[in-house]
T-cell receptor
Framework: EDQVTQSPEALRLQEGESSSLNCSYT??????LFWYRQDPGKGPEFLFT???AGEEKEKERLKATLTKKESFLHITAPKPEDSATYLC?????????????FGQGTTLQVKP | EPEVTQTPSHQVTQMGQEVILRCVPI?????FYWYRQILGQKVEFLVS????????KSEIFDDQFSVERPDGSNFTLKIRSTKLEDSAMYFC?????????????FGSGTRLTVV
């Protein structure tokens, strides 16, 4: 059964304190791994898609990396506005239009 | 940037009443989805819709739920007889014909409260 597990569940950082979020996945044939940001009471906002082991993508203070079993979201010198829940998801099934299986998310709080 | 629009943003309903949640997906997208998120829990898949029919549904999506694309722009989720446990955020999502190369785009959600 496809599964996505994120850790830690919650992370509190001081502004400027870099860290990483982990997403471990078990799928039969990876068809992409997605990172989303979710603010309270809002929908998931797309950040990155990663397709193959070794791939990296960057956006401002965020960098996502992918191995055969997990993905990391590295946050460099975070700011308070980076506070949010970060979700990892993988598509289920043999196509890249299948339902997404989400992890439970990591709630990041960045204190000034 | 194109958006997925959901209305209403918040709906309060009595248990047993019917509700319709509305979504306007991105105009050139072909695949449409409904997800829900119970407070404090994971985002979970309900149903996918392509070419005017359901392509996949979860075990949550029982006979009380239905989806429809009544015209070229709207995509609706109907819950016939709401239960307390249907209280959740409901998200609509869509992707284009090339699949999820650019990610699934989600709407801001409808918060459904069943009392």
């Amino acid at each position: 059964e496809d599964q996505v597990t994120q850790s830690p569940e919650a992370l509190r950082l001081q502004e400027g304190e870099s860290s990483s979020l982990n997403c471990s996945y078990t799928v039969s044939g990876l068809r992409g791994l997605f990172w989303y940001r979710q603010d309270p009471g809002k929908g998931p906002e797309f950040l990155f898609t990663l397709y193959s082991a070794g791939e990296e993508k960057e956006k401002e203070r965020l960098k996502a990396t992918l191995t055969k079993k997990e993905s990391f979201l590295h946050i460099t010198a975070p700011k308070p506005e980076d506070s949010a829940t970060y979700l990892c998801a993988v598509p289920h099934g043999s196509s890249n239009t299948g339902k997404l299986i989400f992890g439970q998310g990591t709630t990041l709080q960045v204190k000034p | 940037e194109p958006e997925v629009t959901q209305t209403p943003s918040h709906q309060v309903t009595q248990m047993g009443q019917e509700v319709i949640l509305r979504c306007v997906p991105i105009s050139n997208h072909l695949y449409f989805y409904w997800y829900r998120q119970i407070l404090g829990q994971k985002v979970e898949f309900l149903v996918s819709f392509y070419n005017n029919e359901i392509s996949e549904k979860s075990e949550i999506f029982d006979d009380q739920f239905s989806v429809e694309r009544p015209d070229g722009s709207n995509f609706t989720l109907k819950i016939r007889s709401t239960k307390l446990e249907d209280s959740a955020m409901y998200f609509c999502a869509s992707i284009g014909g090339s699949g999820a190369l650019h990610g699934y785009t989600f709407g801001s959600g409808t918060r459904l409260t069943v009392v």
